[in-house]
């Protein structure tokens, strides 16, 4: 993060994920009375390298790079799923607003979100994205369908539903799939949100199967 | 519902909540071994009247009025707080975009959201608001800070974090915080969405009290 430029110069270049405000929050749901000792022991058991955490009574918010977000996010989620019971994890992505100030610039940043391994923990989810773009040619539907064909390319696609579309498939998967079309739109929109929620262990599934 | 006019008449005229694809969409998470029993009991015991109500495994889809959908809302999170159980509730609120093809069109459908009768019960909330308008004269932020300022003058303005507002107050004025800035914004912006992650009955909270 050292740099002999000056921050505004750096930013116009490429900017870093703190100063293009990159980030997510996660609350987590644990249906069950022991609740307490499984978030707790999710968020103990996580490594956050190379993300600011900070958890308040509604959320947990982390800053950093995507892919970093992404690690963080599976291995939270995967391992309040370990415990058995059910879970559901609502999560915000933002990226190109810092500070809620200075959105939409015109900047964009080029973010990666890698495929990540497998965790074997089958998971249902709903999303929604934001492209929020203030520019003569925006077209945020155009820009939400893309996100949607690239769910379709990796199969975690599962249908389209009253504002949201399903995702179904390994939990790794679903949370790549939301993260990468956040990244696809970020390269033409600056300021870009997606909401996703996921459930875990569901009776409800259990029992229709 | 019966008209003699042609739905796209209507549509220009005044459009119907469910041709302006007025709705939401709940997950209630509650933190207890007998949160089925909860969650079933809070949906059983909340009427519905004027609305569309369709359960899938990770939400419920409402559609209907913005009235009816604020009266569901807190009649809901209010009868699964009642168990004691610390609960989550995940909503998101969309107009604007019936059967997410038509979005944007222009028209705009002025809503109506009235102060809710006061719960007694205590909620912390977090909240986004999202205008997507392609259009020329579009300022996503400025219409974002135009809801943030009434929630300050209804008095559940509790503090800005990344990426969303923080609500504090009666679970009443919260929820209908959230939907009258939704509806606020929806007087210039057609496709309008808003997501709340509403916090009850938290150990957390308490313990800092």
Do not use: K
């Not at 900047?107 to 074997?120: C, D, F, N, Q, Y």
């Not at 155009?142 to 399903?166: E, K, L, W, Y």
Request: with cysteine; net charge negative; glycine share 10%.
């Amino acid at each position: 993060m050292t740099s002999t430029a000056s921050p505004t110069t750096r930013l116009e270049e490429a900017p870093t994920p703190e100063e293009f405000g990159v980030g997510a929050r996660l609350s987590l749901a644990v249906m069950r009375d022991d609740f307490v000792d499984v978030i707790l022991g999710a968020l103990a058991a996580t490594p956050a390298d190379g993300l600011v955490v900070d958890t308040d009574d509604v959320s947990t918010f982390v800053g950093g790079s995507e892919q970093d977000i992404v690690r963080w996010l599976v291995g939270v989620l995967a391992h309040a799923a370990g415990s058995g019971a059910h879970v559901q994890a609502t999560v915000t992505l933002s990226r190109g607003c810092p500070g809620e100030v200075a959105c939409g610039t015109g900047v964009v940043r080029v973010g990666e979100v890698r495929t990540a391994p497998a965790t074997g923990i089958d998971a249902s989810a709903q999303w929604a994205l934001y492209p929020l773009s203030d520019a003569p040619a925006a077209d945020h539907m155009r820009d939400i369908h893309a996100a949607i064909d690239h769910a379709r390319t990796v199969g975690t696609f599962a249908g389209s539903q009253h504002f949201v579309t399903a995702l179904r498939g390994d939990l790794a998967d679903v949370i790549t799939t939301a993260a990468a079309g956040w990244v696809l739109v970020g390269r033409s929109v600056a300021h870009v949100t997606s909401h996703l929620t996921v459930s875990l262990n569901s009776p409800s599934r259990a029992a229709r199967a």
